[in-house]
């Protein structure tokens, strides 16, 4: 298919049930994002941050979370859901920092010659080190190991899914190419690429046997596939989503004409392409009318369904936020002050925000709505951790089901996408359920 030059990854965004979870026979390690260095063979100079939940099973699921172009590991962590999903269901969040910069700082190598080998060196192979490093710390299953990520996180998820199907069992790509999209070093940055500039036309035979010549030879079960992206798209292309699609059901040997779609929430499109036992191998989702924004509300949520990481089948999600579990908002708050510390990632007419809101009180908050104003010209198009109305002006951030409680000395990390014409201060005034916090 015909794919449109129309990409500037400059920009690309860092952002984007019910399994038993018991205690861990080995001592109990804090709920915090914590950096491993040693963490094995490195060839890609990675750094490696790990978040590892209180309570867990004794041998952990593993998900690779990966950032976009000009993120990083902690800045995925504080801009997804995936951790507080993590706290949830009981797995491990392995999330790296690429350190190749290709023109624009922090992208996965998913172009170099040695990065479309399997052991060929560079990123996938320091990505594999992490995965060991984290089943020989903290007993990961190595029979529940996925990969996900966002724009080049995104890319090098398929490249994963390609170059190591014994060590991925499933993974989930946003705003992604499919893997050997890029030729070479000559044909990155995206910009210039023939992968995302609209010479890349091949056939779903060809882009199989892309994946099949990764690990000549292999005859085992391939990963399952979830793909997502946005209609709107003009940084990665929609188009190349189709190329994905003809990837993967290739790699299966599936039609291309879908078993079933659908429509599991306003304007999320889905396609699935099941195998003759009736498993989902392929599954699309088309966002309507979103740009390269993903993943955002509740999309974390039906990857890890998908992967099978909620230990069972968890149904989509509605059309408007799950209630919340935890008692509504007191007003004016019993539970003392509090901090909020923000943290902004712009460019060009875009930006992202991460707020940290600490209680700083002796006494634990349940439920909460956090209140903030926007800087002009600043207007949210979406948001993860939290539901926020209105996108302009004075902001009401209201919990998630997940996040409501925040005990005496805790925190939660929520976030947000936004346009600016400018303007690219962070957001101040907050208050939390009436009573005002400080700005850090």
Known sequence: MKIRRRLLLAAA?????????????????????????????????????IYVPDTRPAAPAILVAMHGCGGSGPGFYSSSEFAGLADRYGFLVIYPTATQQAGFGNCFDTWSDAAKRRGGGSDPVSIVSMVTYAQRQYGGDPNRVYATGSSSGGMMTNQMLALYPDVFKAGAAFMGVPFNCFAGAADFPPSTSRCTGGSMDRSPQQWGDAVRQAYPGYSGPRPR????????????????LQEEIEQWTDVFRLSQTPTSSDTPQSSWNRRRYADSSGTVQVEAYSIQGAGHSLPSTGMAAAAIGFLGLTGGTTPPPSTTPPPSTTPPPTTPPTSGPCRVTAAVNAWNTGLTESLTITNTGTAAVNGWSLVFTLPGGQTITSGWSATYAPASGQVTARNASYNGAIPAGGSVTIGFQATHTGNTGKAGAFTINGGSCTAA
């Open 13 to 49: 965004i860092s952002l984007t049930v019910a399994g038993l979870v018991v205690p861990a026979t080995r001592p109990a390690f804090a709920a915090s994002l914590t950096e491993v260095t040693g963490f094995g063979d490195n060839p890609g100079g990675m750094r490696m941050h």
């Open 225 to 240: 596939v979830q793909l997502w992206h946005g209609t709107a798209d003009t940084l990665v292309p929609y188009s190349l």
